[in-house]
């Protein structure tokens, strides 16, 4: 009879569980600061380009229900269905990538392709199916010895490798800079042995040493040639890097505006029209719709409302607006990482962290530019700026999460 009595008690402990198991399957916090980035996002972009009559905000809208259906779907779905996959969608991406060379060029560079209604950056779609990919190849790898190790490396390398390579001659400098982040978080979670981030990290200096020489002769050649087509030619011939003469140009605004546009009518615009907008928004800020610097046109409509989305919310809602958004974004970032912490396997870990990485470096980058931290890379601000490729691919990186915390107890 007690035996009885405690079988029937063990059964309703167990179903029990099994009922808080089923309640604690959402993270409900990430979803709410998506709805809070998302609101700000349309709220701002409208702001930013009331002056012009536009109406991209509204596209917006429409982005932002596509976006949260599919972080829905996803986040329902089982995410090992990726790694099946990974394959597949990466091949896909590459491919898509290699399409935007048969467009025709906007603002100097191929990155996008065009359907006519709207316009595709294959790039951000890329670094998801590298992420994917990546995670996928490390989590069926065995890391133990140098040999195995190695192998893993190489197959990182070659994954990351092909579309950096494929973005880099659209040209797009911003973007490629983010894959090398993403592919180390990866090894760091497959534990690869500490020597080889060392080496890195020795390589990484030397690589950031040609580059500041690079950029110091290219500095003495503007200084030395009072015309710059002339400078530009002569130093192209001689240079070290593949970069691009605008690349050196956003590199030197930033490290000396003074020798690359010292009347700040050039590359340094944008960087002064910023500063300016963060710097008069106070506390509390001047009011939605109250903004200047984009109202005025100081804050050049083809880039208000996306790459420097920031400045404008600075200047509206201040200081107070400010935290609100990076609190937002602190929330679903660290949230990745948690989710991470309680992944039931390395591929579940490997996606909660890449995601958290790549969110991280966008959010870091577009902010610091818009400061003055960090140069000009046009790295679009997740969920605040305007555009459909990154928006939704970031939902959909995000859903994946999701379905890592929500079957975070069937694979253990």
């Known amino acids: 009879m007690e035996n009885a009595r ?40 409208h702001s930013a380009q009331a002056y012009v009559g536009g109406n991209l905000w509204k596209m917006q809208i429409l982005w932002c229900i596509i976006g949260f259906s599919l972080y829905s779907a996803v986040s329902i779905l089982d995410y090992h269905f990726w790694m099946k996959f990974a394959h597949v969608f990466y091949l896909l991406a590459v491919l898509a990538l290699c399409m935007v060379f048969f467009n025709s060029a ?33 989590a069926r790898s065995r890391i133990g010895d140098f040999r195995d190790s190695f192998k893993g490396i190489l197959k990182i390398s070659a994954c990351f490798g092909l579309p950096m390579f494929l973005i880099f001659l659209q040209p797009d400098l911003g973007s490629t800079l983010v894959f090398p982040p993403i592919a180390f978080s990866l090894l760091y979670v497959a534990r690869i042995p500490t020597r080889f981030f060392v080496t890195t990290f020795l390589v990484f200096v030397v690589m950031v040493g040609l580059l500041g020489y690079d ?6 050649y503007k200084l030395e040639n009072p015309r710059p087509s002339e400078a530009i030619e002569a130093y192209e011939d001689t ?32 960087r002064i029209q910023a500063l300016i907008a963060v710097a008069t928004g106070g506390i509390s800020g001047k009011g939605l719709g109250g903004g200047m610097q ?64 790549l969110l991280m470096m966008h959010v870091f980058i577009n902010v610091g530019m818009t400061i003055g931290i960090t140069p000009i890379t046009g790295l679009p601000l997740p969920f605040l700026s305007y555009g459909g490729s990154f928006l939704v691919t970031c939902f959909v990186m995000l859903g994946m999460v999701q379905s890592v915390y929500r079957h975070r107890m069937e694979f253990r």
């Open 6 to 45: 405690k079988k029937d008690l063990s059964s309703a402990e167990m179903e029990s569980n099994a009922y808080l198991a089923e309640e604690d399957r959402w993270d409900w916090l990430t979803p709410v600061s998506l709805l809070v980035l998302c609101t700000m996002s349309v709220l701002f972009i």
């Open 106 to 138: 906007m603002y100097g560079a191929r990155r996008w392709i065009d359907f006519g209604l709207f316009k595709v950056q294959p790039s951000e779609a890329a670094k998801w199916a590298a992420m994917v990919l990546g995670a996928s190849i490390l």
């Open 294 to 357: 984009a109202k005025l046109g100081y804050l050049p409509k083809a880039v208000a409302h996306n790459d420097f989305i920031f400045a404008v919310l600075a200047e509206e809602s201040g200081l107070l607006g400010c935290l609100l958004a990076l609190g937002a974004f602190l929330f679903v970032i660290f949230g990745c990482l948690k989710v991470a912490a309680k992944a039931s396997d390395r591929f579940g870990a490997m996606l909660a962290v890449g995601v958290s990485v």
């Open 239 to 270: 240079s070290l890097l593949p970069l691009k003469d605008y690349q050196r140009k956003r590199i030197l605004t930033f490290l000396a505006p003074e020798v690359e546009d010292p009347t700040g009518v050039g590359a340094n615009w944008n």
């Open 215 to 220: 950029v110091f002769r290219y500095y003495q």
